[in-house]
């Protein structure tokens, strides 16, 4: 073990003690392997020495900002300090000493740093408008301490009842669902059921086509063109249920892009859902629990009954929302008081109705109830990745604090808190990605 003065720090290289602030606040764990945002975050503490392995080198540490990149100037304590309270704030309900609380605690503060950094040097006015970047809601929202809550409603049926649109999802949506249930089809029925809306095969060409992708395309070097450019091949690519079930999860996109904007941005509301579904589709493959694809698409929708409520029990969602921020609440705690139940029960309802795949479901349903163990362990793959989105502020869905995180679906998921770290610069650029293919030039419908 050597220390070293912070600015000789370089990326690659591992702490041989847990970093505490100068306050006495835990903040990196022994054995991290240091990446530029760890080496970011130590100058902003403005720690004289760290403690590293004296066998330490330069490292290959995937980051966003790329292997090795020299750490920024410092920022000042104050950046710093202002950091670490908004993401204590935001992960007040994380137990911090477990590993998956730390794990999510240090990513949050690392990023949120950079963030605070670059609004910093982009002149310190106002916000930086980039991807992933957390934008403040607007304020207008129905919010006169007056307003009485209304009574807690009986079902999420009732809530449903009044909204034709959802009482059938489009038809392209039930030409891929049949194709899904009947064990007998084929590549090209898939292929056919997709190309029948052009604007999705489109859209599902872009997402076959995305880095995530190309590495299975690589793998079949050969067989393959460098593009996909057709939906046989993207069926071949990607498999023809799993190409059916993404085309499924983004077929009905369409229906909920009229959020009112008094609730929330539209953009922040998918950000947020791609950043869930591009966390859900990494966890799943690393831990080997449930398909990615259909993680995917259970990270899409995690948080449609949101957009339900919002639209549907407007009084209710406002009384909840006003709780959440009184009390420093989950939004989804506020829900299952005021309405009678939380979005993900409303969200599991509705794709029950819709005969979604039971397992795709069971995923939205209990992402925010893990407690039964017969089949946690694809809904803890959304559990976590949707901790992952809110505590790294991947947009938002109304929600401002990450809710504890079950234990119980860290273990079921069997990652380790550096497993899962090294995981996140590949989901934020695939998040960037992502959001690309679904708003091209600009915020727009889905
Ligand atoms: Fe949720
Ligand atoms: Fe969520």
């Known amino acids: 073990?050597?220390?070293?003065?912070?600015?000789?720090?370089?990326?690659?290289?591992?702490?041989?003690?847990?970093v505490m602030t100068p306050g006495g606040r835990f903040l990196m764990p022994k054995g991290t392997t240091l990446d530029p945002g760890h080496l970011k975050s130590l100058l902003a503490w403005n720690l004289p020495t760290v403690a590293v392995n004296?066998?330490?080198?330069?490292?290959?540490?995937?980051?966003?900002?790329?292997?090795?990149?020299?750490?920024?100037?410092?920022?000042?304590?104050?950046?710093?300090?202002?950091?670490?309270?908004?993401?204590?704030?935001?992960?007040?309900?994380?137990?911090?000493?477990?590993?998956?609380?730390?794990?999510?605690?240090?990513?949050?503060?690392?990023?949120?740093?950079?963030?605070?950094?670059?609004?910093?040097?982009?002149?310190?006015?106002?916000?930086?408008?980039?991807?992933?970047?957390?934008?403040?809601?607007?304020?207008?929202?129905?919010?006169?301490?007056?307003?009485?809550?209304?009574?807690?409603?009986?079902?999420?049926?009732?809530?449903?009842?009044?909204e034709p649109q959802l009482v059938s999802p489009p038809e392209v949506y039930l030409r891929i669902n049949e194709v899904l249930r009947d064990p007998k089809s084929t590549v090209e029925d898939a292929a056919a059921s997709i190309r029948y809306d052009p604007s999705l095969a489109a859209k599902l060409l872009r997402l076959v086509n995305s880095s995530y992708y190309a590495r299975t395309m690589r793998a079949v070097e050969g067989r393959f063109p460098a593009k996909v450019d057709s939906l046989s091949r993207a069926v071949m690519v990607v498999g023809a249920r799993q190409l059916a079930t993404l085309a499924l999860g983004v077929s009905v996109l369409p229906l909920f892009q009229d959020i009112p904007p008094h609730w929330v941005n539209m953009r922040v509301f998918w950000e947020h859902s791609v950043g869930c579904a591009v966390a859900a589709q990494a966890i799943a493959a690393a831990s080997g629990r449930g398909n990615p694809e259909t993680a995917f698409v259970a990270g899409l929708l995690h948080d449609i009954g949101r957009i339900l409520a919002f639209k549907q029990a407007p009084a209710h969602m406002a009384a909840a929302m006003r709780?959440?921020?009184?009390?420093?609440?989950?939004?989804?705690?506020?829900?299952?008081?005021?309405?009678?139940?939380?979005?993900?029960?409303?969200?599991?309802?509705?794709?029950?109705?819709?005969?979604?795949?039971?397992?795709?479901?069971?995923?939205?349903?209990?992402?925010?109830?893990?407690?039964?163990?017969?089949?946690?362990?694809?809904?803890?793959?959304?559990?976590?990745?949707?901790?992952?989105?809110?505590?790294?502020?991947?947009?938002?869905?109304?929600?401002?604090?990450?809710?504890?995180?079950?234990?119980?679906?860290?273990?079921?998921?069997?990652?380790?808190?550096?497993?899962?770290a090294r995981m996140v610069p590949a989901m934020e650029a695939r998040l960037a990605e992502t959001m690309r293919s679904f708003f091209p030039d600009r915020p727009g419908p889905l």
């Open 54 to 162: 004296q066998a330490d080198g330069e490292g290959a540490f995937p980051s966003a900002s790329g292997p090795g990149a020299p750490p920024a100037a410092a920022p000042g304590p104050d950046l710093a300090e202002a950091a670490e309270a908004a993401v204590r704030e935001r992960l007040l309900w994380l137990d911090l000493e477990h590993e998956a609380g730390q794990v999510l605690f240090r990513l949050a503060l690392e990023r949120e740093i950079r963030r605070r950094v670059t609004v910093q040097e982009a002149g310190g006015a106002g916000e930086v408008h980039g991807l992933g970047q957390e934008r403040p809601e607007r304020t207008d929202r129905p919010n006169r301490s007056d307003e009485a809550a209304p009574p807690p409603l009986a079902s999420p049926e009732a809530l449903l009842r009044d």
């Open 323 to 420: 709780q959440a921020a009184a009390e420093r609440l989950p939004l989804s705690f506020a829900e299952r008081g005021r309405l009678g139940f939380d979005h993900a029960a409303l969200g599991g309802h509705l794709l029950q109705k819709w005969q979604f795949p039971a397992n795709l479901e069971k995923m939205v349903r209990y992402h925010h109830d893990l407690d039964e163990p017969l089949f946690i362990e694809e809904p803890a793959v959304i559990h976590l990745a949707d901790g992952v989105a809110t505590a790294l502020g991947w947009g938002g869905s109304g929600n401002r604090h990450v809710g504890a995180l079950s234990p119980a679906a860290w273990e079921a998921l069997g990652l380790s808190g550096d497993a899962l």
């Open 1 to 18: 073990m050597v220390r070293r003065n912070v600015t000789e720090l370089r990326a690659g290289m591992v702490l041989a003690e847990d």
